[in-house]
């Protein structure tokens, strides 16, 4: 399906001996690649493996400490975006780039005027842009202010910000993080056809699954090295997987059967407003038996946040029971606050550790007891004895594999993955009978992810129940004993694993289809 | 001509004459806050653009060099601060305030050293002072019942800094929302980082906007001292910085809004004025301070309960520095 590179062709990109320091941090350490014209180019990795780095050093945004960067075989001054964007390289970063409150229309627009006054370039660019939308398939609603569209939308408007400025080369971070699956099918179709016009992609990821359905190669990159570059035809997902990590990755972990004990949460028709007051969560019912892990899979930003924050005590519920092991939390206001659940053996892992999680400015020690304080083993009378919260600290950070094993070390100094070892081994510390968990392994990477999983089964096997909710649905798939998909504050389907399909999982998840 | 009318009518005028500073000085802070800096310091500038424009135009006895000094102080001022916040990424808040204090001690200070006046200014001959212009046809309709006297009272000697005023909210609306400064001036406020990955100078765009405050607030400054006022007086300003500031966010950082915000707060402040000493029915006379506490009163009453959320531009208050 790819052209093959005539001969005497001068590739699309070409990366020549590119290094980038942060501070001490060796970014990117001789990273050569290049990328043939009209094909998609994969480029996978780790957290940190400095994919990112080089691209957004291609594009301008970084400086290269050394090395050089070259477009159809012309050297690029990599000063600015400005020179990328003139040379046809276009970038959908992970974080888009959007201003919220503009719209679609002026979003394109902004740094490609054409003149003083907007007046002229707004009727041109929304003829423009209608040509492209019918064109690629990139229909968004140019008039709204972009904040209010769906994520999918936003990232159209990222690439049609990039054609509109005329990208020959289109480079894009993560793309499918914040896709529906079914969004990712229709992205997918959209690169595809603009490889078919002759356009270059370069697409970062760390998902194998995307890399072996999209590419035409793959560029393997370890910690700020480029390790190999295969053609994806020729390459298996274990083979991209022991390359990333370096060593040998189970990609599935094995799971026992369950073996089911009395119901620990009960939840009838609950009902949860959100910070903007309206309903998030909506008449939800379902339970949790001890030695289960139920998962509650769906898109980002549908209830689910608000439906763990209820059950964890952080959030007021509007409306329905919950109960725990036979207690009627909605009967005890007292008892239904984050601490009363705590002492009643409610262990959370909230989905975003770095704002709820912890205070990634305290050292490893103070995170580890975070709502432990009056635990008399750490405290005395007055004082806490730091001696003692040191020791067990280093205790778990040996069990838990936390890297470095440094109890001083401010959290924000650890890698993702590492923090949210830190966060979960406080919650299993704790032995729980029930652990409520948002997105274990977001921004966490594959080695890492292992062990999270690993501890999250060796709970369920000590007959705890488990509730977990995730948007990565391989994650859902192998750790639940049940899976529940939500959708706009409802639960609009149940399954297992073995019975579930993937492809009506996720059009289940996009509200397209409901419970048979 | 109807009393009641009369006083409507010379309410209306120094509305206007009270807003004309107010305007100035908040709409020099919707360019410095729609780029993301915020601007807590317009006091400081207002006040240094009073003292230099009086300082100026006592000493050349020309209100035009007057203004021109007030102004040139208030960018001189903006420069710092953005170079403080932006280029050294400082807290736009301690930056502001240092200047407020700053220029709240340096100004009679140098009063005191060039003119030995107890830290004012001469007082300004009028020829010193900003000029105001007769509206043509006062003398014509002079005689028209009720319209002749009314357009009398507000036509009559408008000043120059008024009209001013007035082109600059007509021009502000236009080239924030018609030009593509406008445009990156409110991208830069709302998310840096797409202004940076757009290939455009974020610092650059920030600094241009901060030169626009300044001028604004040095001309909010200079009508205190040479076009209203006649000559500079200690702390003369009186928190009229931080009224405009309060009259920006009431508004929303939005140009209708917050003209409408200022002529508001400027319609108390005028109404406070004409009561003082009156003797009102039932409560009898209040006294003075409480009078003069109104427009601060209602400041407070309406930022805390009326404006509703005021969502300011996203990225105001943060220093710009590329992620990683």
Same mark, same amino acid.
């Given at each position: 399906?790819t052209?093959?590179?005539?001969?005497?062709?001068?590739p699309?990109?070409e990366?020549?001996?590119?290094?980038?320091?942060?501070?001490?941090? /060796?970014?990117?350490?001789?990273?050569?690649l290049s990328?043939?014209r009209?094909?998609i180019?994969?480029i996978?990795?780790e957290?940190?493996?400095?994919?990112?780095?080089?691209m957004?050093?291609?594009y301008?945004?970084?400086r290269?400490?050394?090395?050089?960067?070259?477009?159809?075989?012309?050297?690029?001054?990599?000063?600015?975006?400005?020179?990328a964007?003139?040379?046809g390289?276009?970038?959908v970063?992970?974080?888009?780039?959007?201003v919220?409150?503009?719209?679609?229309?002026?979003?394109?627009?902004?740094?490609a005027?054409?003149?003083?006054?907007i007046?002229?370039?707004?009727?041109?660019?929304?003829?423009?842009?209608e040509?492209?939308?019918?064109?690629?398939?990139?229909?968004?609603?140019?008039?709204?202010?972009?904040g209010?569209l769906p994520?999918?939308?936003?990232?159209r408007?990222?690439?049609?910000?990039?054609?509109y400025r005329g990208a020959d080369?289109?480079i894009?971070?993560?793309?499918?993080?914040?896709l529906?699956?079914?969004?990712?099918?229709?992205?997918?179709?959209?690169?595809?056809?603009?490889?078919a016009q002759?356009?270059?992609?370069?697409?970062?990821?760390h998902?194998?699954?995307?890399?072996?359905?999209?590419?035409?190669?793959v560029?393997?990159?370890?910690?700020?090295?480029?390790?190999?570059?295969?053609?994806t035809?020729?390459?298996?997902?274990e083979?991209?997987?022991?390359?990333?990590v370096?060593r040998?990755?189970?990609?599935t972990?094995?799971?026992?059967?369950?073996t089911?004990g009395?119901?620990?949460l009960?939840?009838?028709?609950?009902?949860?407003?959100?910070?903007?007051?309206?309903?998030r969560v909506?008449g939800v019912?379902f339970?949790?038996?001890?030695g289960?892990v139920?998962?509650i899979?769906?898109?980002?930003g549908?209830?689910?946040?608000?439906?763990?924050?209820?059950?964890a +005590?952080?959030?007021?519920?509007?409306?329905?029971?919950?109960?725990?092991?036979g207690?009627d939390?909605?009967?005890r206001?007292?008892?239904?606050?984050?601490?009363?659940?705590?002492r009643l053996g409610v262990? /959370?892992?909230?989905e975003?550790?770095?704002?709820v999680?912890l205070?990634?400015g305290?050292?490893a020690?103070?995170n580890?007891?975070?709502? /432990?304080?009056?635990?008399?083993?750490?405290t005395?009378?007055?004082?806490?004895?730091?001696?003692?919260?040191k020791?067990r600290c280093?205790?778990?950070?040996?069990r838990?594999?936390?890297?470095?094993r440094?109890?001083?070390?401010?959290?924000? +100094?650890?890698s993702?993955?590492?923090q949210?070892k830190?966060?979960?081994?406080?919650?299993?510390?704790?032995?729980p009978?029930l652990?409520?968990?948002?997105?274990?392994?977001? +921004?966490?990477?594959?080695?890492?992810?292992?062990?999270? /999983?690993?501890?999250?089964?060796?709970?369920?096997?000590?007959g705890k129940?488990?509730?977990?909710?995730?948007?990565?649905?391989?994650e859902?798939?192998?750790?639940s004993?049940?899976i529940?998909?939500?959708?706009? +504050?409802?639960?609009?389907?149940?399954?297992?694993?073995d019975?579930?399909?993937?492809?009506?999982?996720?059009l289940m998840?996009a509200?397209?289809a409901?419970q048979? | 001509?109807?009393d009641a009318?009369?006083?409507?009518?010379?309410l209306?005028?120094?509305?206007?004459?009270?807003?004309?500073?107010?305007?100035?000085?908040a709409?020099a802070?919707l360019?410095s806050?729609?780029?993301?800096?915020v601007?807590?310091?317009?006091?400081?500038?207002?006040?240094?653009?009073?003292f230099?424009?009086?300082?100026?135009?006592s000493?050349?006895?020309?209100p035009?060099?007057g203004?021109?000094? %007030?102004?040139?102080a208030?960018?001189?001022?903006?420069l710092l601060?953005g170079?403080?916040?932006?280029?050294?990424n400082?807290?736009?808040?301690?930056?502001g305030?240092?200047?407020?204090?700053?220029v709240?001690g340096l100004?009679?200070?140098?009063a005191f050293?060039?003119?030995?006046?107890?830290g004012?200014?001469? @007082?300004?001959?009028?020829?010193?002072r900003?000029?105001?212009?007769?509206?043509p046809g006062?003398?014509?309709?002079?005689?028209?019942p009720?319209?002749?006297?009314?357009?009398?009272i507000?036509?009559?000697?408008?000043?120059v @800094?008024?009209?001013?005023?007035?082109?600059?909210?007509?021009?502000?609306g236009?080239v @924030?929302?018609?030009?593509?400064?406008?445009?990156?001036?409110?991208?830069v406020?709302?998310?840096?980082?797409?202004?940076?990955?757009?290939?455009l100078?974020?610092?650059?765009?920030?600094?241009?906007?901060?030169?626009v405050?300044g001028?604004?607030? %040095?001309m909010? %400054?200079?009508?205190l001292s040479?076009?209203h006022?006649?000559?500079?007086v200690?702390?003369?300003?009186?928190?009229k910085?931080?009224l405009?500031l309060?009259?920006?966010?009431? %508004?929303?950082?939005?140009?209708?809004?917050?003209?409408?915000?200022?002529?508001?707060?400027?319609?108390?402040?005028?109404?406070?004025?004409?009561?003082q000493?009156?003797?009102?029915?039932?409560?009898g006379?209040?006294?003075?301070?409480?009078?003069?506490?109104?427009?601060?009163? @209602?400041?407070v009453l309406?930022l805390?309960g009326?404006?509703?959320?005021?969502?300011?531009?996203?990225?105001s208050?943060?220093?710009?520095?590329k992620?990683?």
């Open positions: 399906m052209t093959a590179p005539s001969a005497g062709e001068p699309a990109l990366l020549c001996g590119i290094d980038k320091w942060f501070g001490a941090n /060796h970014a990117n350490v001789a990273v050569s990328v043939a009209g094909t180019h994969g996978i990795g957290n940190g493996a400095g994919k990112t780095t080089v957004s050093i291609v301008g945004y970084l290269p400490d050394s090395g050089t960067v070259r477009l159809n075989g012309e050297p690029l001054a990599c000063r600015s975006p400005a020179d964007i003139r040379r390289v276009g970038m970063h992970q974080h888009f780039m959007l919220d409150t503009f719209t679609a229309l002026e979003n394109v627009l902004l740094g005027e054409g003149g003083r006054l007046g002229p370039a707004l009727a041109h660019a929304r003829r423009e842009l040509r492209l939308a019918r064109d690629y398939g990139l229909e968004v609603d140019l008039e709204r202010p972009v209010e994520v999918g939308a936003q990232q408007v990222e690439i049609l910000k990039a054609l080369l289109l894009l971070d993560e793309p499918t993080g914040v529906t699956p079914p969004e990712t099918v229709h992205l997918f179709r959209v690169l595809r056809a603009l490889r002759g356009k270059t992609i370069v697409i970062i990821t998902k194998l699954r995307e890399i072996m359905a999209l590419t035409d190669r560029t393997v990159m370890r910690r700020g090295r480029v390790v190999d570059t295969l053609a035809a020729a390459t298996k997902r083979a991209l997987a022991e390359r990333m370096g040998t990755v189970p990609l972990v094995d799971k026992p059967a369950a089911l009395a119901p620990v009960e939840v009838e028709r609950l009902r949860v407003l959100g910070a903007d007051g309206r309903e909506r019912s339970q949790v038996r001890a289960e139920v998962g899979a769906g898109v980002s549908n209830g689910q946040l608000e439906l763990l924050e209820a059950l +005590g952080m959030r007021p519920v509007a409306g329905g029971r919950v109960r725990l092991t207690l939390l909605t009967a206001p007292d008892l239904f606050t984050a601490g009363g659940l705590r262990a /959370h892992v909230p975003d550790r770095q704002k999680g205070v990634t305290f050292p020690y103070e580890l007891i975070l709502g /432990h304080h009056g635990d008399s083993a750490l005395g009378r007055l004082l806490m004895r730091w001696r003692a919260i020791a280093a205790a778990v950070m040996d838990y594999d936390v890297r470095p440094d109890v001083s070390l401010p959290v924000s +100094g650890f993702g993955g590492n949210q830190i966060v979960l081994a406080r919650e299993i510390e704790a032995d009978a652990l409520l968990v948002g997105q274990p392994t977001r +921004g966490v990477d594959i080695g890492a992810i292992d062990v999270i /999983h690993r501890r999250l089964l060796d709970l369920r096997a000590a129940a488990i509730l977990l909710v995730s948007v990565e649905l391989d859902i798939l192998a750790l004993d049940r529940l998909v939500m959708f706009d +504050g409802a639960l609009v389907g149940e399954t297992t694993p019975a579930a399909d993937e492809r009506r999982l996720g998840m509200g397209a409901s048979s | 001509m109807d009318l009369t006083t409507v009518l010379l209306l005028d120094s509305t206007i004459r009270v807003a004309t500073p107010l305007v100035l000085a709409f802070g360019y806050e729609r780029a993301g800096v601007d807590i310091g317009l006091e400081g500038k207002m006040l240094a653009g009073a230099f424009a009086a300082a100026t135009a000493a050349m006895g020309n035009w060099l203004l021109a000094a %007030g102004v040139a208030g960018v001189a001022l903006a601060h170079f403080a916040c932006i280029t050294h400082g807290n736009q808040v301690v930056s305030m240092a200047l407020n204090i700053l709240a100004a009679p200070t140098l050293a060039w003119f030995s006046q107890g004012q200014t001469p @007082l300004l001959p009028g020829s010193a900003l000029p105001s212009i007769v509206f006062v003398d014509a309709m002079a005689g028209v009720v319209i002749g006297p009314a357009y009398a507000l036509f009559d000697e408008v000043n @800094l008024v009209l001013l005023a007035g082109a600059v909210v007509t021009v502000t236009f @924030l929302y018609r030009t593509r400064f406008g445009l990156r001036l409110r991208a406020g709302e998310n840096p980082a797409a202004v940076d990955t757009a290939g100078p974020v610092a650059r765009l920030r600094y241009q906007a901060l030169v405050t001028v604004l607030s %040095g909010a %400054g200079a009508y040479i076009a006022g006649a000559g500079f200690r702390d003369m300003t009186a928190g910085g931080y405009a309060a009259a920006l966010i009431f %508004g929303k950082w939005r140009v209708g809004p917050t003209l409408l915000a200022c002529l508001l707060f400027a319609f108390t402040d005028a109404v406070q004025i004409r009561l000493g009156v003797a009102l029915p039932v409560v006379v209040i006294p003075v301070q409480a009078i003069q506490a109104l427009p601060y009163a @209602l400041t309406l805390a009326f404006v509703g959320r005021a969502v300011p531009p996203k990225a208050g943060q220093p710009y520095v992620e990683r």
